[in-house]
């Protein structure tokens, strides 16, 4: 039999009332919470406890996208040498600028002395080259080109130079929520104060996903021959494309200093997992750690409905309503992430401040359902009113006058806190 998740109120953890200061507050919200609408929409809900993932990674970090769910965090805010992984920042402003209109794929681009006289991986590109636009990107992506990630830098930087276009990656990584991420140059090369943390590494992998979906396939592609000049280097360095576990992405990197990393994406289903490795000791150890994790995201977690789009899963109390109580319900249907092992009851809470102040309108934001599976985050889903609660007439102000008033003759004057 199904243990249920036992749904409970709680008081929020800062109040925001606009009820009357002479009204007394509830002390909790349990008094306030109906739970006969629950039983449907959640009370046939397990969970179970994840068994954590040891990676060797210096740091590491897991998202589950479609839920936002984080499966693993280590080291993750913690700005370290990215390598080539740091090369997706220049394709993100590449796709941007295609977006805008400021570059086309079909345009062609010189190559600067400078683009030339980058070593390690290239594209064997020189000076006498003017490069379709749609070669430079994978020549970025499948190739890794060191060069390519130049000629692109200098064709948008504000001042045409590489240095003026790390700035600018700097910037627009700041405006983009990544926080620990700083650019010397276009594509990684090791340079004092380039840094990128995991987490910002895995924002920017989902920006891509989201953002230019007509791009992200380039990154699933295995081979690309550049013009035929380096039959060394035409294959893509992920190592999960090869394999049916439905890897799709994004991009490898290496130095010395950063070690062997990986920024990956796999989708199963409807579901996609995007996790960042960094700090790995070899291509074979990179390779099964990454395996390693795909495995681990898919078989010990699974997506569940927890409430349908408007479905009511508790009730609130309402202050000089027409009506005592209102529903409250999700705005769409509440997909969450859960342990697929060991079932135990899950409890959840609803918070909400109040009793709430009626007028209220339906969709307006009235609480939020907080619950924490075992091993991950605690999670909190917003609920809305499922219908409105006119403000109530002069007879429901009345009773609720006397009501106020004979509870302070009862119980004294209310101690100010």
């Not at 830098?153 to 045409?160: C, Q």
């Not at 700097?170 to 995991?198: C, D, I, Q, Y």
Request: aromatic share 6%.
């Amino acid at each position: 039999m199904l243990s249920p998740i036992d749904v409970k109120g709680r008081s929020p953890v800062s109040t925001h009332s606009t009820q009357p200061a002479f009204y007394p507050r509830r002390s909790a919200l349990r008094s306030g919470l109906t739970l006969a609408a629950v039983a449907a929409a959640i009370f046939s809900l397990t969970t179970a406890a994840a068994f954590a993932f040891d990676t060797k990674a210096r740091a590491a970090f897991v998202l589950d996208q479609g839920t936002n769910t984080v499966l693993m965090s280590k080291n993750a805010d913690a700005p370290l040498p990215p390598a080539s992984m740091s090369k997706l920042m220049t394709l993100y402003i590449a796709f941007e600028a295609l977006r805008d209109g400021r570059l086309t794929l079909d345009e062609r681009l010189p190559v600067s002395q400078h683009a030339m006289s980058y070593k390690g991986s290239t594209m064997f590109l020189n000076t006498q080259d003017r490069v379709r636009v749609e070669d430079l990107l994978r020549g970025i992506i499948v190739l890794s080109g060191n060069d390519a990630c130049v000629v692109i830098a200098e064709a948008l930087s504000p001042d045409g130079t590489e240095a003026g276009f790390a700035r600018y990656m700097t910037k627009r990584a700041l405006e983009m929520g990544m926080e620990n991420s700083t650019f010397a140059n276009s594509n990684g090369w090791p340079a004092a104060g380039h840094l990128m943390s995991v987490k910002d590494l895995a924002i920017l992998a989902s920006h891509l996903i989201e953002d230019f979906p007509q791009y992200y396939p380039m990154f699933a592609e295995r081979e690309f021959a550049f013009d035929g000049r380096a039959p060394s280097n035409v294959r893509n360095r992920n190592p999960l494309l090869r394999l049916d576990i439905g890897a799709d992405g994004l991009k490898t990197g290496h130095t010395e200093e950063a070690g062997y990393g990986l920024v990956g994406s796999a989708k199963q289903g409807d579901r996609r997992v995007i996790f960042v490795l960094s700090g790995l000791g070899s291509t074979t150890q990179r390779a099964e750690e990454s395996e390693a994790v795909v495995n681990w995201s898919f078989r010990q977690f699974s997506q569940k409905t927890i409430a349908k789009a408007g479905e009511a899963v508790a009730e609130a109390e309402v202050w000089m309503g027409n009506a005592r109580t209102v529903g409250l319900m999700p705005q769409g249907d509440m997909n969450v992430l859960l342990p697929a092992l060991q079932r135990n009851e899950l409890q959840a809470e609803v918070v909400y401040d109040g009793p709430l102040q009626a007028p209220i309108s339906q969709g307006d934001l009235l609480a939020e359902l907080v619950f924490q599976p075992d091993g991950l985050p605690e999670m909190r889903l917003p609920l809305v009113a499922a219908t409105d609660v006119p403000a109530g007439g002069f007879p429901v102000r009345v009773k609720t006058a006397a009501q106020v008033l004979m509870k302070r003759l009862l119980n004294g004057p209310e101690t100010p806190q």
